[in-house]
């Protein structure tokens, strides 16, 4: 099984856009560089007409090139941890990779290895999701974390106190990493599958429903996050542009689902609801 890579080239204060449309596009995995970004995908499980459009829609946009190649599926924390330093979320989680030296302790810790799977605190939405998970009550709650990528949001609910959390991802590889990663962080309430959740049955409703995705899926997939959702359930969204909210908070009424908090960080945002 091989990934395809996509350099980017592209101004710095243009990558977060760019990095934005390329997730829309499908590509799952990013590492930024000094140039620009490097995108990651499974195989070929990305759009390649809407590729074609977003080289179109930003030809104006100079310094912007692509590059585009097959790699072997491979480990990629070499790469990382060259570049990783521990975050810190609100001064109250921290996040870390197992070769980092931490002196100070923080209430919550999530030690994550990433290896081809998203979610290592660093960007801003994982960011948003852990600071703002911290104010919905997790205790004893039944969480879902749709495309859970490295499990980062499932391991902060399971710290946070929820009873029992169900994760799964399309992507095998990040079921796999996600594993890891709870067994390292010593969760044994996380389950992961394989699939997304209309492909995916559950024996009962849940509490909280995180879903840290992109724009289009989370309008795809809103009505099945409402229906999965017990009266009074929080979802909490994020994966999107602060300029994306009023859509998804429309899509959001049509199901009972209505705003209770939003939070931004430079332009992405995260966006709470509540099911009445």
């Given amino acids: 099984m091989f990934h395809t890579r996509l350099k980017v080239v ?16 499908g590509f799952e995995s990013f590492i930024e560089t000094d140039e620009g970004f490097e995108a990651y995908v499974e195989g070929e499980k990305y759009d390649h007409r809407y590729l074609t459009e977003i080289k179109e829609k930003y030809k104006h946009v100079s310094p912007l090139l692509f590059f585009q190649d097959q790699i072997k599926k491979q ?8 570049n990783v330093e521990p975050i810190i979320v609100d001064n109250q989680c921290l996040v870390r990779a ?3 030296k931490i002196e100070k302790k923080y209430p919550y810790e999530i030690i994550i290895t990433p290896k081809m799977s998203f979610g ?3 960007h801003q939405t994982t960011y948003l999701m852990l600071k703002n998970m911290m104010r919905i009550n997790h205790q004893n709650k039944k969480v879902m974390d749709a495309g859970c ?5 499932s391991i902060m609910a399971s710290h946070l106190g929820a009873a029992h959390i169900e994760a799964f991802d399309i992507d095998e590889w990040s079921v796999l990493n996600g594993q890891e990663n709870t067994q390292i962080n010593q969760c044994h309430n996380i389950t992961i599958r394989q699939g997304k959740i209309s492909d995916l049955t559950f024996n009962s409703s849940f509490d909280i429903v995180l879903a840290n995705i992109n724009r289009n899926i989370l309008l795809d997939e809103m009505n099945r996050y409402a229906g999965v959702l017990y009266q009074q359930g929080h979802l909490l969204l994020s994966g999107f542009f602060s300029k994306d909210i009023p859509v998804l908070a429309e899509e959001a009424t049509k199901y009972g689902l209505y705003e209770i908090f939003r939070d931004e960080k430079e332009t992405w945002a995260t966006v709470a609801f509540l099911k009445k």
């Fill in 75 to 82: 480990n990629w924390n070499e790469e990382w941890e060259k």
């Fill in 120 to 122: 290592t605190g660093h």
């Fill in 10 to 25: 592209c101004p710095s204060d243009f990558s977060e856009i760019m990095m934005a449309e390329v997730a829309e596009a």
């Fill in 149 to 153: 990528g490295t499990a980062i949001l």
């Fill in 98 to 100: 197992e070769f980092h």
